[in-house]
């Protein structure tokens, strides 16, 4: 079995290779033949969502697959939009929901909203990437978080950008060597403390940002060594849910009935 440095590499270095093997999975290519055949005849937010198959597609695509459950917790999302910053999505801490909301803006674009690139290959592309982060963490989780961050990288701003996404921000404290009780800390001092060990436009430099990941697919591999168990970490994946919202709303909008 590879290490995770190597099978990082092996992906990282041909990214459209290795999405061109996912595309051709039975599974993926059926799924996403029956979306594009699809999605534009979505008029309305209740047909998507009720459309258990086009919706559960779209949620992977943005990394919101655990959620597709909550139905009515989207539908509130989709239906106040993001135009207003005090929109229920713009008030989630994660991006996640107001990117899928930017996608899909039916707020915004009514009846056609679905014939918009962003929800047409817009979304496959997404889907393509996720899914082959999502493989590749059926081996090695290691190799999950290195090829999420190298997609996050770019557009990290700041370090509570990091620190707002446990992923990202897992990724950080292992190629520092930091114990994950750091993460516990005020955080404030995380992010200052990160910002004394980090040059965070380091990130946006295809180079720099290789060494910061081959440092942390060394270290991972160092703790989590290949030979044993796969580590699960799917946890790092559920992102914070709210700012400015209580975690009691948030669950009372999952249950809402619509």
Known sequence: MLNTY????????????????VESQPVVKRETDYYLANIGNVKTIDDFVNNTRLFNYAMKAYGLEDMTYAKA?????LKEGVSDEDSFANKLSDKRYADFVKAFNFAAYGST??????AQQGAVDK?????????AGETNQGVRLALYFQRKAPDITNWYDVLADTALSSVVRTALGLPDSIASADIDKQAQMFEQKLDIADFK???KLNKFLTRFTSLWEI?????????SVS????????????TDLMMAMQKLKF
């Open 6 to 21: 190597t099978s990082y590499q092996l992906i990282a270095k041909d990214i459209p290779k290795a999405i061109d093997r």
């Open 73 to 77: 917790f989207m539908v509130k999302a």
């Open 113 to 118: 909203a679905t014939l918009y690139p962003s």
């Open 127 to 135: 889907y393509m990437r996720q899914t082959l982060e999502e493989n």
């Open 205 to 207: 430099d295809p180079d």
């Open 223 to 231: 703790n989590n060594p290949t030979s044993s168990a796969v580590t």
């Open 235 to 246: 946890v790092l994946f559920t992102q914070p849910t709210t700012v400015g919202i209580s």
